[in-house]
């Protein structure tokens, strides 16, 4: 066994598990990462688009997503660390009276939360994006100070940041077993090594249903596959991050924007979905999602596109996190099933995480937090906009 004892091991240096650990480093508690890949952000974490909006349709969510922004447009500034940081916005064009009804009713919660959002008509939103389909638009809401960032830079940043609180990292070892002593964790062993801890954080993104075995919780996540891509860099020609919420043959809906390298990044949900964590691309993902962004914005029919990858969204039933921490363990804590959404949320449910881990209380108000409850009815509380 190492001889090394910890107040924590964080097992995932991903996008959960890099702020977690600059929360607890800079609260000092004595903690480790480990992660069975070469270096931070190797996982699913550098497979995300980029995207940070608080426009969700839960006040966890909504309060969470908020403090992850004002972390993120901060970080260069109070850290000193380039992230790729731009404050483009999201926009929800709106081509159907369904989708009018649905986007127009949350807005009240989302307002109501502190979300700068509102409903603008037609001509703003081709203002906001030019050249986009007129036929049938309504209209949309517009949340102005959500952005996004470099998920490969704010990977290293925090890396660096965590390191500076005094945070130990592991990495090439896989963690293969979690003992348990009287009730409460004893430590983590990995395929090389045995660390001693108080508490552990399972943060092992599509891993963490297997991990959580390893003490008996059942953790309810089940990755399923979704790609992406990247363009050549062409002229400026749109700030916000387009989400078209219009279901069609193949996508429950796609999105994309411009990032700081004016090169294009988009996504789309499957449907129907692809479950495992099957990483491979496939031939089918850019013909469809060509045909969307087109229809929908033509002037980019003649862009090249440069890459195209595939990541793994943990999702839960409900479309929404389980954070907390384990009634028979104790010690055992975990931020697990981001669904796709750990690269937003990540640094804003930092500070959340190594206060439960001290024992104190949470920043984020803990009615909202029991939202992310592993104990809670996943059949009635499904996320809107996940």
Known sequence: MNNKAYDLVIIGAGSVGLPAAVAAGRRGLKTLVIDGRSSPGQGDAKRAIG??????????KIEISLRSIDIFSKWQEMEGDYIGWRRGGYIFPVFTE?????????????????????????????????????????????????????PLLTASAFFFAAKRAGVDFIFNERVIDTKVSSGRV?????????????????????????????????FPVYPDSHEAGITEPVERMLEPMVVDIRSTSGSKNCYFYQNMENRFEFCLTPEPIYPGTDRDSTSSFLPLIAQKIVSLLPKLKNIRVRRIWRGCYPMTPDGSPIVGSSENIQGYHFAVGMCGQGFMLGPGLADDIAA????????????????????????????KLK
């Not at 949470?362 to 009635?380: A, G, I």
């Open 186 to 218: 004893a430590s983590v062993v990995t395929d090389k090594n045995e660390y001693a801890c108080a508490n552990i954080l399972n943060a092992a993104g599509a891993d963490a249903a297997e991990v959580g075995k390893q003490v008996g919780v059942d």
């Open 51 to 60: 995207g940070i909006r608080a426009t969700h349709s839960h006040p966890a």
């Open 98 to 150: 369904n989708d009018e009804l649905t986007l127009k009713n949350l807005l009240t919660i989302q307002q109501s939360f502190g979300l700068d959002i509102s409903w603008i008509d037609a001509l703003e939103v081709q203002k906001l994006v030019p050249g986009i389909c007129k036929d049938e638009l309504k209209g949309g809401t517009f949340s102005p100070k959500d952005g996004s960032a470099s």
């Open 356 to 383: 439960m881990v001290a024992g104190d209380e949470t920043v984020t108000d803990k009615e909202h937090l029991d939202f992310f409850s592993l104990d809670r009815d996943f059949s009635t509380s499904e996320e």
